[in-house]
């Protein structure tokens, strides 16, 4: 690896943590980036950009190049990049497997995705500027931002977050799964059992992550209530249902 060894990033990541170490953070805000009229693409890259102490990410797929040619870049510089991916995205997603290519040759450690089901939480987590970027959006060239605002866009959502309880929320799910070796595998340029990077932060109780976290278990009694309620209204934005319950 480049730069930086893993426990030097820990210690960096443990100093950040408690306080010692403020770095820049790009511009970084607490904000939901709206991709049918923002470039939220561009925020993706400046904090990748920015970033000097270590990057995480997350995917379905990527078959943008540029999301890639920026991790590798910074993985070049010596910033520590980790990426959790899934391979069967590849025989819908072929340019995925040319992203994953890359960044093998690139040297950045990869572990996959290698029982039950895919693979599908996307997100990024900047250590140094603490921030967070998670959403429904794949690293697609039309994910990120609009072809034309409010006219040819994916409806797509993205969060970014610089609020601790979510942050450390990341970050322990992230390395929860970085040492997981019954559902995850090694994939290229890690080899033998990983250590965690972060300190053991709880995950705060607003975030669900399936399926170790039912989310129909916590979803129906709020439907449930809110139908009991004289003034109950419920709001769903979705891309599919198929649950019949």
Same mark, same amino acid.
């Given at each position: 690896m480049p730069g930086c060894s893993v426990k030097q990033w820990c210690v960096a990541v443990l100093l950040c943590a408690v306080g010692i170490v403020h770095p820049d953070r790009a511009g970084a805000e607490t904000s939901l980036c709206d991709a049918s009229a923002e470039n939220c693409r561009t925020k993706v890259l400046n904090l990748i950009a920015a970033e000097r102490m270590g990057i995480d990410v997350s995917f379905w797929f990527m078959d943008d190049a540029r999301f890639s040619n920026a991790l590798v870049k910074q993985w070049k510089t010596g910033v520590p990049v980790r990426v959790i991916m899934d391979p069967r995205a590849n025989a819908s997603k072929p340019v995925n497997a040319t992203i994953l290519s890359q960044l093998q040759t690139a040297g950045i450690p990869m572990r996959m995705k290698s029982s039950g089901d895919i693979a599908h939480w996307k997100g990024m987590i900047?250590?140094?500027?603490?921030?967070?970027?998670? $959403?429904? &959006?794949?690293? /697609?060239? @039309?994910?990120?931002? !609009?072809?034309?605002? @409010?006219?040819?866009?994916?409806?797509?959502?993205? @969060?970014? $977050?610089?609020? $601790?309880? *979510? *942050?450390?929320?990341?970050?322990?799910?992230?390395?929860?799964?970085?040492?997981?070796?019954?559902? @995850? &595998?090694?994939?290229?340029? *890690? /080899?033998?059992?990983? !250590?965690? *990077?972060?300190?053991?932060?709880?995950?705060?109780?607003?975030?669900?992550? !399936?399926?170790?976290? /039912?989310?129909?278990?916590?979803?129906?009694?709020?439907?449930?209530?809110?139908?009991q309620r004289p003034d109950g209204k419920i709001d769903v934005t979705m891309y599919r249902v198929t649950p019949s319950r």
């Open positions: 900047f250590a140094g500027q603490h921030v967070a970027e998670f $959403s429904g &959006a794949n690293y /697609s060239p @039309y994910e990120y931002t !609009p072809q034309q605002p @409010y006219l040819d866009y994916n409806d797509e959502v993205i @969060y970014f $977050s610089d609020e $601790s309880d *979510v *942050v450390q929320s990341v970050m322990r799910h992230f390395d929860d799964v970085w040492i997981d070796t019954t559902g @995850y &595998a090694d994939y290229a340029n *890690v /080899s033998g059992p990983q !250590p965690r *990077v972060y300190p053991v932060y709880p995950i705060a109780a607003e975030f669900n992550f !399936p399926p170790d976290d /039912s989310y129909y278990n916590r979803l129906h009694p709020l439907v449930r209530a809110e139908a």
